[in-house]
């Protein structure tokens, strides 16, 4: 989906989106704010590439790590409603993810991400996706369009 109609979507439903970002670092924020008067519906995101930064800023729990692990279903819950209630927006996006070129192994290659939303009347959505980039910059721009479209799919009409 297009940013432009994310944000006609938030503007007319009075919403607000926030982000917390690994793997993109920023990328979706970006993407957010490329539209003019983006400051109406997006406050900002926080960008938590590391693990210290997801448990001291986003409240993402310790042992999530031991228990699931940094890329999975629960830590992209976990960074989105962390980045919700550090913003109080109406919906929070997340990603983290693997972004190569090194660092797949069994189960998670290279290009998986998982993004998480979470928003209004307890919505709470993970997606695990695979992106098939030939290079870093190309997975992590489309595990950041894949979080955008998320959110447009959860925005109604």
Sequence with gaps: MDVYEIAEKLVSQSRTVSTAEADTCGLIGYMLSTVPGSSRYFPGGIIAY???L???????????????????PEMAIAMADGA????????AISVTGIAGPTGGRSGLPI????LGLVGPDGLEVAERIHADAEDRDGNKRQAAQAAIDLLGSHLGA
């Design 54 to 72: 997801k448990e001291k800023v986003l409240g993402v729990p310790e042992d999530l790590y031991d228990t699931k692990g940094s890329v999975s």
């Design 50 to 52: 590391t693990g210290g």
């Design 111 to 114: 290009g998986t991400f998982y």
């Design 84 to 91: 919700r209630n550090v913003t109080g927006t109406d919906y």
